[in-house]
C-alpha cells in the first residue's frame, strides 16, 4: 500500500496524526477514522508504545490502510517502525540520513522542512513528498512561493494548522494532502468522537474539490 496507491483510489490525501494514543485504543481509533474515509495513519513517536500501536494497527488495516510512525527522529527509530510493520515515515525535520535509511528500507517518506534549502535536502535524500511545519504559522502563500522552486512531482503537505475550516485554502495554495492533529484527535477522545470529526473533515474535502 503507497500514498499513491490510496490517493489513485480515492482516499482523501489526508493523514491522521494520533498523537498520545495508547495501544489498548489504537484499533478502535483507527477503525473510526478508516470508517470515515481516511486511510493515512500516524501514531508519533512520542506516544505511549507506539510501536504496539503500529503494530496492532497494521495486523487490523494494512490490506486498507497506510500505517506508520511520525515523530521519526533517527535512524535506529526508523529501522524499529520498519520492524513493527510500518509503512509511512512522517518526520518534523530535516535529517538526510533518517530519510535516506527509511528510502532504503522502502519505506512511505514525508519529512518535514520549513525553509527551501531543507525541502531540497529531503529531496536530494530520497523524499518525493514533503511536509510544511509548522504550516499555520506561515500560511498557504508561503505553499505557493516555496512550490514555485520545487520539482513538479514532489508533493508538499501541511501539517500544523490544519483542519476542516483550512483544508481548502491548502489545496488551492497547492498543497497534495494535509496532516491533522489535535482537529481529529486528542489523547482520551473516544472512537465516536473521532469518527464524527473524521467525517466532518472527509465532507470539507470533498467539498473543497468540488
Known amino acids: 500500500m503507497t500514498v499513491d496507491e490510496l490517493l489513485a483510489d480515492g482516499a482523501p490525501p489526508i493523514c491522521a496524526i494520533l498523537r498520545g494514543v495508547r495501544p489498548d485504543e489504537a484499533v478502535a481509533t483507527g477503525a473510526a477514522l ?6 493515512i495513519l500516524e501514531v508519533p513517536f512520542n506516544s505511549p508504545e507506539p510501536l504496539r500501536s503500529i503494530a496492532a494497527m497494521q495486523d487490523a488495516f494494512g490490506s486498507d490502510a497506510l500505517i506508520g510512525g511520525g515523530t521519526v527522529l533517527s535512524v535506529a527509530a526508523v529501522e524499529d517502525l520498519h520492524r513493527a510493520g510500518g509503512r509511512i515515515m512522517v518526520t518534523p525535520n530535516t535529517n538526510p540520513q533518517v530519510i535516506a535509511r527509511g528510502a532504503e528500507l522502502g519505506l512511505e517518506l514525508l519529512p ?7 525541502a531540497f535536502t529531503a529531496i536530494d535524500a530520497g523524499a518525493r513528498r514533503i511536509k510544511l511545519f509548522p504550516a499555520g504559522r506561515l500560511g498557504p502563500a508561503y505553499v505557493k512561493a516555496v512550490k514555485d522552486v520545487l520539482p513538479r512531482d514532489v508533493g508538499v503537505w501541511a501539517v500544523g494548522g490544519t483542519d476542516a475550516d483550512t483544508i481548502g485554502e491548502w489545496l488551492a495554495a497547492g498543497c497534495e494532502g494535509v496532516g491533522v492533529g489535535g482537529a481529529l484527535y486528542r489523547p482520551g477522545d473516544g472512537a465516536a468522537i473521532v469518527a464524527e470529526r473524521g467525517r466532518t473533515l472527509v465532507t470539507a474535502w470533498q467539498r473543497a474539490r468540488g
Do not use: C, K, L, V
Open 34 to 39: 478508516i470508517d470515515a474515509g481516511i486511510r
Open 112 to 118: 518535514g522542512f520549513m525553509t527551501p534549502s531543507e
